[in-house]
């Protein structure tokens, strides 16, 4: 599989699975953590998933400045890696919940994320940056797209794991407190403390909670808050996992570091040197007026995927029947389909592009990215008709009864979670790639951080996903997302001679 590819790429990819770990451990239980911790509402923790998620990204095109101005790559990345693994120490510390002092306890992890948003800022870009310099040569020139792709395929490897850690601690905790999962509960606590909850709901709550204690429970009040503690301080433990996944990347990019390509010695690079005195002010301005066009359609893309960890999360708690071939299974789990899918999917894809390539009919990389945009826009189709056709009940429905009374088969969360990655191998790898082939050689790092702040845009906006989701029924949720891919996928093929006349 490596054969034709720079030695060094395993493992950058390898160094790359720890922060992939953290991301997914993120991505599965960041909102339900919020919720359960401190009682928020979808929407607001949507704002904070939201602005987390941004901040990742955006802070990546600070990561490539800091690079590029500094011209410490290697040690620009290094520095990321460290500071990630304290920010996700600094959640990881358990507190009471319910929380004593809400605004205290919501600044203190509101910090811890930046810390991590901020080490990743630092890293990702310019790992990304490293790995594309080792195509920047004849020899692996040709294979940039599928050299993408492999490392793509296997930085997910750390992701599959992460949710299934993060249950795993959190279920763990709850069984050495007395307790069993149950994906209503937290919120119903909260309720229930709050003095906000329905009779109807009180109902379901003290029927859940005799479930879940092996018996009926007379002290609710007991009950809710000693439910919230473990629950939450599961949660603190889970993200402790992912310090261990940071560790062991830090210890692999230490020990493979001197291997690496410098991007900050390609421009002194004989091979180089000619394309360097060929690339004129007019060029550089035109590549760089490419990427930001191809970063401004991309926005729509992040803007509909990123809702996996959101309100598709939201979907898997409230509106998915958690039982699967007769086994209960968590709402965190369906976050471990996507890297699933990555790695199982990824080796079928680059076989498909072979073929292609061996025809004479490979598309072209931003052909690429348009198609991945209208795969992505059939995923959310796929959500809306059986979102509409089990007539789900409103979200303030569901809250006014403790719980859904119409829930789907998990079956159509998992048919939408490949449909979306493969979306997400025909555009985020080759966009990585795009990016690292068309960029000017002294912005590698800058564009990369480009490419990431133009996924911070669309993250910011998944907040709007949260607001939809509580406010409109949930079919036309979906619908949103579908007209948002298609608007991408349109505006690529608009301007798809001009970039693949730029990137040749």
């Known amino acids: ?153 296997f930085i997910n490897v750390g992701a599959i794991f992460a949710p299934m850690a993060a249950i795993a601690v959190r279920n763990w905790w709850l069984s050495v407190c007395g307790f069993a999962y149950n994906a209503d509960l937290p919120a119903l606590c909260h309720n229930y403390l709050g003095n906000t909850i329905t009779p109807e709901a009180t109902e379901t709550f003290t029927q859940l909670a005799a479930t879940v204690s092996g018996g009926p429970v007379s002290d609710l009040t007991s009950f809710a808050n000693n439910y919230l503690n473990a629950f939450s301080t599961g949660f603190h433990y889970a993200f402790g996992v992912a310090i261990f996944a940071m560790l062991i990347s830090l210890v692999i990019y230490i020990i493979n570091k001197k291997r690496f390509p410098d991007p900050s010695k390609k421009e002194v690079k004989k091979s180089d040197t000619a394309a360097i005195i060929e690339m004129d002010a007019t060029e550089v301005r035109q590549r760089i007026l490419a990427l930001f066009a191809v970063f401004g359609v991309v926005i729509f893309f992040w803007f509909s995927f990123h809702q996996n960890g959101l309100t598709l999360t939201f979907f898997a708690k409230e509106y998915t029947e958690l039982s699967l071939f007769g086994m209960s299974i968590s709402a965190e789990l369906f976050q471990s389909l996507n890297p699933i899918f990555v790695v199982a999917l990824t080796p079928l894809v680059m076989a498909i592009f072979a073929w292609q390539r061996k025809r004479g009919s490979e598309p072209s990389t931003p052909k690429k990215i348009a198609i991945g945009m209208g795969i992505a826009a059939f995923a959310y189709i796929v959500m809306a008709l059986g979102s509409y ?97 298609l608007i991408s996928m349109c505006t690529m093929l608009v301007m798809l001679k001009w970039l693949e006349k730029i990137a040749k």
């Open 1 to 153: 599989m490596f054969k034709d590819h720079p030695k060094g790429l395993l493992a950058a990819a390898l160094a790359n699975m720890g922060e992939r770990f953290g991301f997914y451990t993120m991505m599965a239980i960041l909102v339900l953590f919020l919720q359960a911790k401190f009682g928020l509402n979808g929407k607001d923790a949507g704002l904070i998933y939201s602005v987390f998620y941004f901040s990742i990204y955006i802070l990546a095109f600070v990561g490539g400045l800091i690079a590029d101005k500094t011209k410490n790559y290697k040690g620009t990345i290094l520095t990321g890696l460290v500071i990630m693994a304290l920010g996700y120490l600094m959640i990881a510390i358990p507190t009471p919940t319910p929380v004593t002092n809400q605004a205290l306890f919501l600044t203190i992890t509101c910090v811890g994320l930046f810390t991590i948003a901020f080490g990743n800022g630092l890293f990702k870009g310019n790992l990304q940056a490293l790995v594309g310099q080792m195509y920047d040569n004849e020899t692996y020139g040709k294979m940039r797209d599928s050299g993408f792709s492999l490392f793509y395929m």
């Open 389 to 485: 056709l089990a007539d789900l009940p409103l979200h303030k429905d569901i809250v006014e009864a403790g719980t859904s009374h119409v829930k789907v088969t998990p079956m159509l969360l998992m048919i939408t979670y490949f449909i979306l990655t493969v979306a997400e191998l025909y555009i985020s790898p080759l966009g990585i790639s795009f990016v690292s082939k068309v960029a000017p050689p002294k912005y590698q790092g800058i564009m990369q951080g480009g490419w990431l702040g133009a996924t911070a845009i669309g993250n910011q906006l998944l907040f709007i996903g949260a607001i939809l989701y509580e406010a409109i029924p949930i079919w036309m949720t979906w619908t949103v997302f579908v007209v948002a891919c």
